[in-house]
């Protein structure tokens, strides 16, 4: 609990404004005091108090309409009633208003005590969860999913665009382009920021558990069923489902998915009342829904009711144009996160980035680019350190024939093989310069002299 804590005492009886601010200074709060309604309204602005305790009956403003109009302008502030004991039920009806709480006149110092250090705390949870959300929303803003290409510049509009309607949205996309990204900066962005965004991996939920996933279940709906659950629909609940990998779900389940999104309504396990839920749902697939509709995987009418708009995430091979701004915020972010001070990439190394495939897309670049920060010694990322897995593995000798010699003698023909394959390439990548193939070969350059030589690579 923080100390200095601002605390407004507005009471029009001098003698209780003197005595509170006597108690609370000694717990070392910073506290004001106004003697009436009027006199809080100007005092707040410039104080900015955490806690108000405000006296519910006085001249002129009294205490609960000073207190919505302060709640009006100041939402964050935290204010508990004081009232006298015939008057209870007007601090309770208060509370409904937005008051935390009330006390009764004559009040018991340590008990007001205890309720101001509550609400204080109570202040200062909702403020971390507040910073929280802001966090949140900051992390999946538009500016985090890079980008300054057309294609992408397209998407970029879409989501601004979806984002103040309750549609439901359909985010096509190859594996590691950043579907979910794009999901989460919808929703964040959304009226439903502030309710949960609840996400459920279709492919990865064995079938059996599918529809306890998605609705719940009652307690003893089956053996193992020891607790009620309550499903991602309910989780969801004034949120966003997220329904990833909607291509992998069976069919079956697909029929179960269609009714809800007609009925609005779902059943537990087990359960015999119908619960409505108040979700937007977006789905997203790495596969060709119209080509699992014609295959008979997926179903037509659900995909009519799931792609209401669709976005397409396109693969990086397609807008190169975005990959060296892709490589600098990356750097930036694992410079941060690994304690790193990797400055810039030699263009070489660029130049391979830009001329690679990416089947694993802005994902295998992200590893990439982590993998390569780690190793490389003076702040530059040269080609040496990309992984090898980009670059290509040598390839294996062909397969010798067993009748020819004994295992001993073709395990050391295909190792012999397979070492000057190493080197070859690792000369290609660093250039011929002998002195960074050692190192990146991990041994010393008269080492690496000597089996030039062995294998004639002069």
Not at 168 to 177: D, I, K, M, N, P
Not at 263 to 275: D, M, T, V, W
Not at 388 to 399: A, N
């Amino acid at each position: 609990m923080k100390n200095q804590a601002k605390i407004l005492i507005v009471d029009d009886e001098k003698k209780i404004r003197l005595i509170l601010t006597q108690i609370l200074t000694d717990e070392d709060y910073d506290v004001q005091s106004a003697e009436s309604g009027e006199e809080a309204l100007k005092v707040v602005p410039a104080f900015r108090p955490d806690l108000i305790l405000m006296d519910q009956k006085m001249p002129g403003i009294d205490g609960i309409e000073a207190m919505t109009k302060i709640l009006a302008i100041f939402p964050e502030t935290t204010v508990i009633v004081i009232t006298a004991h015939a008057s209870i039920p007007l601090a309770v009806e208060a509370t409904k208003k937005g008051a935390y709480d009330y006390i009764a006149k004559p009040f018991d110092n340590e008990e007001l005590l205890i309720t101001i250090r509550r609400a204080l705390l109570h202040t200062q949870l909702t403020e971390e969860i507040s910073q929280l959300k802001q966090q949140l929303q900051d992390k999946y803003a538009f500016k985090n999913i890079v980008g300054s290409s057309s294609k992408m510049q397209h998407v970029f509009e879409q989501i601004s665009r979806v984002c103040e309607t309750n549609a439901t949205v359909l985010v096509l996309g190859e594996s590691g382009v950043g579907k979910e990204m794009i999901v989460k900066a919808i929703h964040y962005h959304s009226q439903r920021k502030d309710k949960p965004l609840i996400a459920v991996n279709c492919g990865a939920v064995p079938v059996s558990l599918l529809e306890s996933e998605f609705f719940g279940h009652e307690k003893g709906a089956f053996t193992d069923a020891k607790t009620r659950k309550i499903g991602k629909f309910e989780q969801a609940q004034g949120g966003t489902l997220f329904l990833d990998e909607i291509g992998e779900l069976p069919l079956d389940a697909q029929v179960k998915l269609l009714r809800v999104l007609d009925e609005r309504k779902i059943s537990r396990i087990g359960g015999h009342e119908f619960i409505p839920v108040d979700v937007r749902i977006i789905s997203a697939t790495n596969k060709n829904p119209e080509e699992a509709v014609k295959k008979g995987t997926f179903r037509l009418d659900l995909l009519y009711r799931l792609n209401i708009f669709t976005i397409t995430v396109p693969p990086l091979r397609e807008r190169p144009e975005d990959i060296p701004l892709l490589v600098d915020y990356f750097i930036q972010k694992y410079n941060q996160r690994l304690g790193l001070s990797v400055k810039n990439i030699s263009q070489s190394a660029m130049n391979f980035l830009l001329n690679y495939d990416w089947p694993g897309n802005v994902r295998d670049l992200e590893n990439a680019i982590q993998s390569a920060m780690i190793l490389a010694r003076d702040g530059i990322i040269r080609l040496e350190n990309l992984p090898l897995r980009l670059q290509g593995y040598p390839e294996m000798p062909e397969e010798l024939n067993a009748e020819d010699s004994g295992l001993e003698e073709q395990v050391k023909k295909m190792s012999s093989k397979i070492e000057k394959a190493l080197i070859i390439k690792a000369l290609e990548l660093c250039e011929h310069n002998r002195t960074l193939t050692a190192q990146r070969l991990r041994i010393s350059r008269k080492t690496l002299f000597n089996k030039m030589k062995q294998y004639k690579l002069e």
